[in-house]
């Protein structure tokens, strides 16, 4: 009996021995490994790092709500820890759901994301990208997942879809919001964008803001509009931009009061339909025409081959006396 008490007694002491020497200075090592780590990156951010952060590689998370995917996160690093709240996030890439299908991804340099809310902040480089080709660059983004909103409080580039005219849509807007939940992006501010078109032509258009949609390539201009287009100044509230077969620019309606000048003729009508594709515009609501003095109204009134012949159905004319 008192040989087998040695022997566990020699037993444990080796035990302790192993514990002692071995195992625990290889976890205080990782320990300390992590601790480094997490120092490092936050001193590339320019943060400090809390006691007892933690460093991990290759990041992966989702989030639902609901029973479906809010968001799906992929980071090439994340330090932080439980007790901070925030994860800090290097090369992030975040897609965005909408009835289990990707809506919106957003790209960038560093990130933060908030573990109780699940919100998430991306600074550097970011671009946010729509399934149907729109891209938008900012300096930054920010989302709530409350409001399922993605928000830009500084200027965004917008690049469109290309069509087979050739280049999309480019525009400078002062700020945005996308809607998730209704694959739509709104610009905010002042707002200018070019489109350009066959032959050399652009169609250039300002206005006080913008609305896209992530479904189709179909767009809205709102509050006071400008546009020109091939020698051709209009003004109006609202212009919206439709696409016809091959994702390409057919049409441009204005409504809500519009004014029309040219070289020689100057036009109000309560809405202007631009056929582009047809070199046709047609005006309806009380349209009335101005050429040298001439005044021409009725029902409707088409510009044809862009503006060098008129075309009036119910024809109303005033015409200026001359003298003899």
């Known amino acids: ?28 090592e990782h320990q300390e490994e992590q601790e480094k780590e997490a120092a490092q990156n936050a001193a590339q951010t320019g943060e400090q790092a809390p006691q007892g952060s ?46 289990e299908k990707v809506e919106f991804t957003v790209t960038g340099d560093t990130g933060t994301i908030d573990q109780k809310l699940k919100d998430i902040n991306i600074v550097g480089n970011v671009v946010t990208r729509s399934e149907n080709g729109y891209s938008f660059k900012t300096p930054s983004i920010y989302y709530s997942s409350k409001n399922r909103q993605i928000r830009s409080p500084e200027q965004v580039v917008m690049a469109g879809p290309r069509d087979k005219a050739g280049a999309g849509m480019f525009l400078k807007g002062s700020r945005m919001v996308v809607h998730v939940d209704q694959s739509k992006m709104v610009i905010e501010g002042t707002v200018t964008a070019q489109k350009p078109m066959q032959e050399g032509k652009v169609v250039e258009v300002s206005s006080d803001g913008a609305e896209f949609s992530g479904k189709n390539r179909e767009a809205k201009f709102l509050g006071a509009v400008r546009m020109s287009y091939d020698g051709m100044k209009l003004e109006g509230p609202e212009a919206s931009f439709l696409y016809g077969a091959g994702e390409m620019l057919k049409a441009v309606n204005v409504r809500g009061g519009v004014k029309v000048s040219d070289m020689d003729k100057y036009a109000t009508s309560e809405s202007v339909n631009l056929d ?47 003298d003899e």
């Open 54 to 99: 933690q460093s991990m590689q290759g990041v992966h998370l989702v989030e639902s709500q609901s029973g479906q995917r809010d968001w799906e996160l992929f980071a090439n690093s994340a330090t932080g820890s439980q007790a901070e709240g925030t994860w800090r996030l290097k090369t992030v890439k975040v897609l965005f759901y909408n009835k």
């Open 1 to 28: 009996m008192t040989k087998l008490k040695n022997l566990l007694f020699i037993g444990l002491l080796v035990f302790l021995f192993v514990e002692i020497l071995i195992i625990f200075p290889n976890k205080l």
């Open 276 to 322: 582009l594709l047809a070199d046709k515009y047609t005006f309806k609501g009380k349209p009335k025409v101005i050429q040298n003095n001439d005044e021409l109204s009725g029902e409707e009134i088409i510009f044809l081959e862009g503006g060098k012949k008129v075309k009036v159905e119910k024809v109303r004319a005033k015409m200026e006396k001359k």
